[in-house]
């Protein structure tokens, strides 16, 4: 007998699935570059109004993995229940202190708006922060230490497993455009740090981060003088 909350589940995980491929296609550097030519007047505002959309269209999804009835699968409780809640605080304090290692402005949108830049692709720097010594996606990996803290009925279940995969798959997805953007500067940034989780050994120093930065600023100027001269 097919359970009553069984329906809304597999919408659920649908949901999911449209709004992962949506994002992962929308974040695409090929459409980016079709954007710029097709709409030259949208380009500055493209990445502000990505953000404004991923953020909308997430809600329903938050709002649907509250609302389907589930009984407990499970539940932190007595020590284990301090210790789940006390990572999730780490987690978030961990995305609080390292936002300071992006560039807001840029990762938001706003910057390009306010530069009126003539295209939608990226440009900001590789930014190698204190975390992201130790792995190449923060806070995607705060995001799973976070999810996987919580108590886990059906439907929290279906969510926390959706994101984890987007994560791992966007993950790649991301780094594909690192690296044709950042060139041998990511590959050997990858090479040296794990993805989402730490690994004994596997670190940067601070003076290796400083030369890996140095060298993706020196990859992009390198990139916008060969297309001024295509220009």
Not at 25 to 53: G, S
Not at 86 to 96: P, Q, V
Not at 210 to 224: A, F, G, K, W
């Amino acid at each position: 007998m097919v359970d009553s909350a069984t329906p809304g589940l597999i919408w659920l995980a649908l949901g999911w699935l449209a709004y992962a491929v949506l994002h992962s296609l929308l974040a695409a550097l090929a459409v980016k570059a079709w954007v710029t030519r097709r709409w030259p007047q949208f380009a500055p505002a493209y990445r502000l109004a990505y953000n404004i959309m991923a953020g909308v269209l997430l809600l329903p999804l938050l709002w649907a993995t509250w609302a389907i009835p589930g009984d407990w699968l499970w539940r932190w409780t007595g020590l284990a229940g301090w210790l789940a809640n006390g990572l999730a605080l780490a987690a978030l304090a961990g995305f609080w202190l390292s936002s300071t290692g992006y560039d807001m402005g840029e990762f938001l949108g706003t910057r390009a708006l306010q530069e009126r830049r003539r295209d939608a692709g990226e440009h900001d720097g590789l930014r190698i922060s204190a975390l992201h010594r130790y792995v190449r996606h923060p806070w995607y990996a705060l995001g799973l230490l976070l999810i996987w803290t919580r108590d886990m009925n059906a439907p929290f279940l279906v969510s926390a497993v959706a994101i984890t995969l987007y994560f791992v798959i966007g993950s790649r997805l991301e780094e594909r455009k690192l690296e044709a953007h950042f060139g041998a500067a990511y590959r050997d940034y990858m090479k040296k740090v794990p993805g989402l989780f730490p690994l004994p050994g596997k670190t940067l120093s601070a003076t290796e981060a400083d030369l890996l930065m140095q060298r993706s600023v020196e990859r992009l100027m390198e990139s916008s003088g060969h297309r001024q001269h295509e220009l």
